[in-house]
């Protein structure tokens, strides 16, 4: 494993079909100009159609030759996941690469379309299902990835299926909604990991790391994390630094199935990106596969058997 990874190792990428979700700024749009930058075809999977076209047209200013293009999905409403799925298979026979990438960090209580609470409804259940949506096309994509963007943040987050998502609201906590719905996200790949042995697709996870992005205002707004700002400030790095992991996750050909993958540096803020390990917690296989059941009862999608 090379620690000094960057950009240029990043290998040519024509003829892949990839999807980024939440591509229309920060980290996504980053991941998104770098995938095109290597001669993919990029889908930008966003919920605002101005916001992704913006983005497009920033990506073909600088990449006159990108193929990108904006397909609006919701991830807060299943109804708008199918409806991209639909479309998506419509348009294309295979997908080379999902980039579990749209999330929601330190939001209020509320709840999706669905009912869900709205960290876990996005952060792990959306992806749940757009990528059970698209399976067939990853399948039927030789060398095929889903790479799905947790936090550092996991290692505090706890599943508790007799409360999974605060249904009452009433001692609500932003910051433990936010750590549940990230070490959902590696459940789901590790266990997706463990479900597809028989195919060439992989399931990877990643995390930036401290990233000077928009989703960070949330911690700007709230009384409590104002001291910490100075630090984490320091402690962080640019939108391009922290989608260095995802995109060593999601192109490196020496990447295997069921890795993490982070910065290398202090506290695992910043640094190059590098094979990492998550919480204990994350690797337990009795948790993942229940939280994979109730994933499907809720969402109302299942994966076919693979393995």
């Given at each position: 494993?090379?620690?000094?990874?960057?950009?240029?190792?990043?290998?040519?990428?024509?003829?892949?079909?990839?999807?980024?979700?939440?591509?229309?700024?920060?980290?996504?749009?980053?991941?998104?100009?770098?995938?095109?930058?290597?001669?993919?075809?990029?889908?930008?999977?966003?919920?605002?159609?101005?916001?992704?076209?913006?983005?497009?047209?920033?990506?073909?200013?600088?990449?006159?030759?990108?193929?990108?293009?904006?397909?609006?999905?919701?991830?807060?409403?299943?109804?708008?996941?199918?409806?991209?799925?639909?479309?998506?298979?419509?348009?294309?026979?295979?997908?080379?690469?999902?980039?579990?990438?749209?999330?929601?960090?330190?939001?209020p209580y509320g709840t999706t379309e669905d009912?869900?609470e709205r960290h876990f409804g996005i952060n792990?259940?959306?992806?749940?299902?757009?990528?059970?949506?698209?399976?067939?096309?990853?399948?039927?994509?030789?060398?095929?990835?889903?790479?799905?963007?947790?936090?550092?943040?996991?290692?505090?987050?706890?599943?508790?299926?007799?409360?999974?998502?605060?249904?009452?609201?009433?001692?609500?906590?932003?910051?433990?909604?936010?750590?549940?719905?990230?070490?959902?996200?590696?459940?789901?790949?590790?266990?997706?990991?463990?479900?597809?042995?028989?195919?060439?697709?992989?399931?990877?996870?990643?995390?930036?790391?401290?990233?000077?992005?928009?989703?960070?205002?949330?911690?700007?707004?709230?009384?409590?994390?104002?001291t910490l700002l100075p630090l984490l400030e320091?402690?962080?790095?640019?939108?391009?630094?922290?989608?260095?992991?995802?995109?060593?996750?999601?192109?490196?050909?020496?990447?295997?199935?069921?890795?993490?993958?982070?910065?290398?540096?202090?506290?695992?803020?910043?640094?190059?990106?590098?094979?990492?390990?998550?919480?204990?917690?994350?690797?337990?296989?009795?948790?993942?596969?229940?939280?994979?059941?109730?994933?499907?009862?809720?969402?109302?999608?299942?994966?076919?058997?693979?393995?």
């Amino acid at each position: 494993m090379t620690a000094g990874w960057t950009t240029r190792d990043i290998p040519d990428l024509s003829g892949a079909i990839t999807i980024v979700t939440g591509a229309s700024g920060g980290i996504g749009s980053q991941i998104a100009r770098e995938l095109a930058r290597n001669s993919a075809t990029v889908i930008l999977a966003c919920r605002s159609a101005g916001r992704g076209n913006a983005t497009v047209e920033a990506i073909q200013t600088e990449i006159p030759d990108a193929r990108v293009e904006v397909m609006t999905v919701d991830l807060a409403s299943l109804a708008s996941i199918r409806t991209f799925a639909t479309t998506f298979r419509e348009r294309y026979d295979r997908l080379n690469l999902l980039v579990n990438n749209a999330g929601v960090l330190l939001a209020p209580y509320g709840t999706t379309e669905d009912g869900f609470e709205r960290h876990f409804g996005i952060n792990h259940l959306g992806h749940f299902a757009l990528t059970g949506l698209l399976i067939d096309r990853l399948l039927g994509a030789e060398g095929s990835r889903v790479v799905t963007v947790s936090s550092r943040g996991h290692t505090l987050g706890r599943i508790d299926f007799a409360d999974l998502m605060d249904q009452d609201g009433r001692r609500y906590s932003p910051a433990r909604a936010y750590a549940r719905s990230k070490l959902a996200n590696l459940l789901f790949t590790y266990e997706l990991q463990r479900k597809l042995p028989a195919s060439s697709t992989i399931a990877v996870a990643a995390h930036p790391g401290g990233a000077a992005t928009d989703l960070g205002r949330r911690m700007r707004e709230r009384r409590s994390y104002r001291t910490l700002l100075p630090l984490l400030e320091w402690l962080s790095q640019s939108a391009a630094a922290a989608a260095l992991p995802i995109l060593r996750a999601a192109t490196d050909p020496n990447v295997s199935g069921g890795e993490f993958y982070g910065p290398s540096g202090l506290l695992g803020m910043r640094g190059r990106p590098v094979k990492t390990t998550s919480s204990r917690r994350s690797y337990d296989q009795t948790v993942a596969h229940r939280l994979w059941e109730v994933s499907e009862e809720l969402t109302g999608v299942r994966f076919p058997r693979v393995s």
